[in-house]
């Protein structure tokens, strides 16, 4: 059994450590406040914008054709991969490493795959293993549309000049504190849903200019959005994974420190015991 100094050492060492575990999740908890009512006000435009640019790009009929609706065989795949700048809140980030490098080889096995990375946790690790075409490591540290927006233009120019024929985005989705999905999500190119003819809209439409026109417009700032909600669902997810991962840590600190206790309690009174026999042979021992 150890002695008694080195408990009191591991029972300080565990409770300075559940007071930083119970710390961050405190501040995670307030983060994540903020951080979900963003991405809860932000999901019924986004959707209902990809929603209407899916319709009028499909109804299209070929005219007009935009660079971003253009489908090409699949043979240059482009993954976006959505991480966090910071650790500490479990598999977050492992499973997004996890399902990109699973996408890389079974999904596209034989094809050019290449990565880019948003946030440091990803980057670093699949910089070892994969093609990085390159990092935005500082977008989470103020993420604005206005950042965000630089990002995609980059993506969609490359897949404009045909350095890409798919680029997918993978992020994990937030549902709530305890609970990310995992979810790939195609950016490019823009597919139109498909729909049976009693689905399809009814009624007649005047567009002005044009649907060609407005389609045009809108596609890049449909594009810009899509990529903008997948990093706020990303941040809102990190802030839940960290706060439960900070929680049971803290449970966890708890639990230690009450099993640490409990020893050197029993350790403290078999010490006493040991110099209370001392005591009481020598004193025999005099008497003798």
Do not use: W
């Not at 499909?58 to 910071?86: C, F, H, M, W």
């Not at 990190?238 to 029993?266: I, P, S, V, W």
């Amino acid at each position: 059994m150890a002695n008694l100094k080195e408990i009191r050492n591991r029972i300080a060492s565990v409770s300075s450590t559940m007071q930083i575990t119970s710390a961050m999740k405190m501040v995670s908890a307030a983060k994540l406040k903020k951080a979900q009512d963003a991405i809860t006000a932000m999901r019924p435009y986004a959707s209902k914008l990809t929603e209407l640019i899916q319709n009028l790009s499909g109804s299209l009929d070929g005219q007009g054709q935009n660079p971003y609706t253009t489908v090409r065989p699949e043979e240059k795949i482009l993954i976006v991969a959505i991480t966090s700048n910071r650790g500490l809140c479990g598999a977050f980030n492992a499973n997004i490493i996890k399902e990109t490098l699973r996408l890389g080889k079974e999904n596209f096995s034989g094809k050019q795959v290449e990565v880019l990375g948003i946030g440091k946790k990803g980057g670093d690790i699949l910089s070892k293993t994969q093609a990085l075409r390159s990092r935005h490591d500082g977008l989470f540290d103020d993420l604005t549309f206005e950042a965000t927006a630089v990002v995609a233009s980059e993506i969609m120019d490359a897949f404009e000049q045909s350095a890409y024929d798919k680029v997918l985005l993978v992020y994990n989705r937030f549902k709530n504190a305890a609970t990310q999905l995992v979810t790939v999500e195609q950016f490019l190119p823009i597919v139109a849903e498909e729909q049976s003819p009693g689905e399809q809209l009814s009624g007649d439409y005047i567009y002005e200019p044009s649907q060609a026109a407005i389609v045009n417009e809108l596609l890049p700032k449909s594009l810009k959005m899509q990529l903008f909600k997948a990093l706020r669902d990303s941040l809102a997810s990190e802030h839940g994974a960290r706060m439960t991962a900070m929680h049971k840590a803290t449970d966890n600190a708890t639990d230690l420190r009450d099993q640490l206790k409990l020893t050197y309690n029993k350790a403290r009174q078999a010490a006493i015991t040991n110099e209370i026999l001392e005591i009481v042979g020598g004193a025999e021992a005099l008497n003798s």
